[in-house]
């Protein structure tokens, strides 16, 4: 399914650039994955109905917006930001408290938080040259201490009275607002990826960065520009997560982080930088999505659905790597 | 191993240069082509037991391809490699070391993180695990005093060591190991002068024990202090072995240059001539700690201004600084008369400054990404608007500079990595043509890897450039290219300029000599 997909959207020019002619082992994987997809669809009862694929894209949205913001990381060359679940909580935390003012309020001053979180990261990164594995830890840990601290450990719920963010949570037109979304930042993030300036010394930097150092790319800039989408997405989910649960802590967001990761992964991104795209990890976040719903509908447990995710994952990242060092 | 050197006791008193001794290596006949390209052909040499041979000769003259052959590391197309008397068969390094040939280059095989003693042996088969450690640290102490190391403890970390030091590390490494004979390629280029000193020291210490060593180096008044024979190549061939006491400088240079000597008056190429009041970019006593002492040069608008130097000469670090890569470089810099901090490539290339590396895998090309993005990466500000990209001039941009450098069109969408070598040059150079607001291009071994064909469609580009007003400096360790290319030839000699000469007055013998010799001083200083 991975592969099918990526293949229509190669053919509809979505994607920036062709990956090459898949390795053998890596083509027999995905088509594997595909035929056990469609077995499963097959024989799952309820999976091939309206309703389960609703739930599977509602069940993508959240993630798949931070997902495809921490591509630009990967595709910059630094790796990943182990800080995206917190920033998601932080925001649903500070969204849900600042309703009270009003919500566009509420809304900019969170994207604005979520902007400046990234930022930081990001100049630590591309100025001083940090490692983004150890900032972003450093930096969870920060937003984490001071979620509790400033929470006193509670969880935060919208002001009673105020009903305007309820609107961000409902279904438009049967689909809920959460999944307009994520496709239409995704869109976006497809097109800036893909027809600015920005876009492309992403790829350039994330292809060689001594070289992009040597051609004088602004590297400390694009570095920031990269955290800061990637953060401003997260925030972007954080806000749609605070008003769906209608509270917000810590707990909401737990996993987030190694799930975006994952769809990242699993979308076939180069972990090295410079080579992938959004769409792959917009269709790596379905897929992921896809196959734990059928699990699900089949009545396995949650530790087996993990744990299928994490074969899939690890499978896909080993023969991507493999195919790329090969060339 | 260890019973073989009683076989060649060699006198303790022994005068440098004694004809009788008998040779430890000989080499007889040997050939090795590459594809069309004959690196060695026919060679023969004798190395004596306790001598200091030298192999003396022009890039490309075939002398790595000589020392990769008696390390093992390629094997020859034909002849015979006798080390004392027995004939050899190397497949690899292990099995030179293991008869006693080991070789010593810039690429030094230490572990910086570990310490000196644990180098060593790093590697050794027969170290045990528990016992016995004192009887080798006892060996490691007393070869390391023998190296004059005696100031450096067996727990220092080789990290903390001075280049010379390691390089005398790594000697010793081999002698426990019973290295007889030592290739020493180049060792030099890197070094100060005291460290010089100190390995010149060891080197004479240990032939005197009556091993030997090969010295490969461009720099003849080494070979003339250290070495008691040298033997020259050329063009894969031995043309001559004289004692050191039999052969002055000059015939020394006359022998590596063969029927170049005459270039002198040969100039293929219409050169222009400096001094047109035309100064583009001003280099005023330019330091880089380690690398480059008092450089000055003027750089003119039309002019392509060659540095000619060795491996070492400081050449490249020079371009580097130009290119804003060596942030610890002082002096004054001046590009149109306005003078210019270039502490980063940022602040080089916003000043005018454009500088393609030598290194064009790691620090030139975008190898996975298209030859159209390769193309356009220092231009992409132009061709966007409001931060958009405006693909067709992108398109359309990309395929004149690829007409300009004669790569075919329908490879732009193709990774650069899928081009040959000399286009993937060209990709590299192209991206700095036809810019505007570029005052100066910097331009390192502009055509290295790259064949005669391609080095020659290169060398227009450039001049091409010039032609249209910009600036051009380039740096190449190659007396022919910069003999074909150059309006202006400055030589560089570790770290100095030894001498300005316009292409018109330049004569290949005097730049070669300037290229390897010191004791000229600072002649003709630079403007």
Known sequence: MTGAVAGAIDRLGLERRKIGLADAALGAWIALLVAVTAYGAATTAGFLTWSNAKAILTATAFVGIIAVGLTVIVLSGNLFSLALGQTAAISAMVFLYSLRIDLGAAIVLTLLLGLAIGAVQGFAVGAWGANPIVVTIGAAGLMEGMAVWLSHGESIVPPSGATSWERLAQPVLGLPAPVYVFLVVTALLVVVMRRTRFGRQIYLLGENRVAARAAALPITLLTVGAFAIASLYTAGSGILIGATSANASLLLTGSYTYDAIAAALVGGNAVTGGRGSIARTATGAIFIATISDMLLLRGYSTGVQILVRGIIVLVVVVLTNLRSRSR | MSGERDSVAAPESRSPGVEETLPVLEVVGVSKSYGPVRAVRELSLDVRVGEVHAVCGHNGAGKSTLVKMLVGLVRPDEGVIRFDGAELSLRNPQEAQAHGIALVN?????????????????????????????????????????????????????????????????????????????????????????????????????????RSVIFVSHRLDEVFELCHRVSVLRDGMRVGTHDVHEIDRRSLIDLMLGEMAGTRTRVKHEHARPGRDAEAVRVHRLNVPGSVEDVSLTLERGIITGLAGQVGSGTSTVLRALGGLEPEARGTIEVEGRPVRLSTPRRAAAAGVLYISNDRQREGLFLGQSVEENLTVQ???????????????????????????????????????????????????????????????????????????????IH?????????GTAVVFASTE?????????VVVTLFHGRVVSVVPRAEASASAILADMTTSDRGQRGAAT
């Open chain 2, 106 to 210: 810039q690429e030094l095989s230490l572990v910086p993180e570990l310490s000196v003693e644990a180098n060593i042996f790093l590697g050794g088969i027969d170290v045990p695990l528990f016992y016995r450690r004192r009887r080798l640290s006892d060996q490691a102490r007393a070869v390391l005093d023998q190296l004059g190391l005696a100031h450096i403890q067996l727990g220092t970390l080789v990290e903390s060591l001075s280049i010379g030091e390691r390089q005398l590390v790594e000697i010793a490494r081999l002698l426990v190991r019973n290295a007889r004979l030592l290739i020493l390629d180049e060792p030099t280029a890197t070094l100060s002068k005291p460290e010089i000193e100190r390995v010149f020291r060891a080197t004479r210490d240990l032939v005197r024990q009556g």
């Open chain 2, 379 to 457: 231009r992409l500000r132009r061709l966007s608007r409001l931060g958009v990209l405006l693909q067709r001039r992108v398109q359309q941009t990309a395929r004149e500079l690829a007409a300009i450098a004669g790569i075919p069109a329908d490879r732009l969408g193709a990774p650069v990595a899928s081009l040959s070598g000399g286009n993937q040059q060209k990709v590299l150079l192209s991206r700095a043509l036809r810019l505007d607001g570029v005052a100066l291009l910097a331009l390192d071994e502009p055509t290295r890897g790259v064949d005669v064909g391609g080095r020659s469609e």
């Open chain 2, 460 to 468: 227009n580009l450039i001049r091409e450039t010039a032609r249209n």
């Open chain 2, 479 to 487: 007396l022919d290219e910069v003999l074909d290319l150059a309006d």
